[in-house]
């Protein structure tokens, strides 16, 4: 398991792929199918300043978050 930060849209929404994913506190989620990067997977930075290179600190939304897997 690594912790990291995780950056969201307000609502903790999230857009891969162009496919809207909404975050909920306290869930645990799982990518079915094979992971790659930038590709098919879940992502988080390992540094919290990290975040502000996807997302705008002043229109979003960031949480601490636990990963494990590939």
């Known amino acids: 398991m690594i912790k ?4 969201f849209e307000k609502g903790l929404v999230c857009n891969p792929n162009g496919k809207t994913f909404k975050y909920e506190v ?3 989620y799982e990518m079915k199918g094979p992971i790659k990067a930038c590709n ?6 390992e540094l919290p300043h990290q975040v502000f290179n996807f997302y705008a600190p002043n229109t979003s ?6 990963g494990d897997g590939e």
């Open 4 to 7: 990291g930060f995780k950056g």
């Open 26 to 28: 306290g869930k645990s």
């Open 40 to 45: 098919n997977g879940f992502h988080f930075c």
């Open 61 to 66: 939304e960031f949480a601490q978050v636990t």
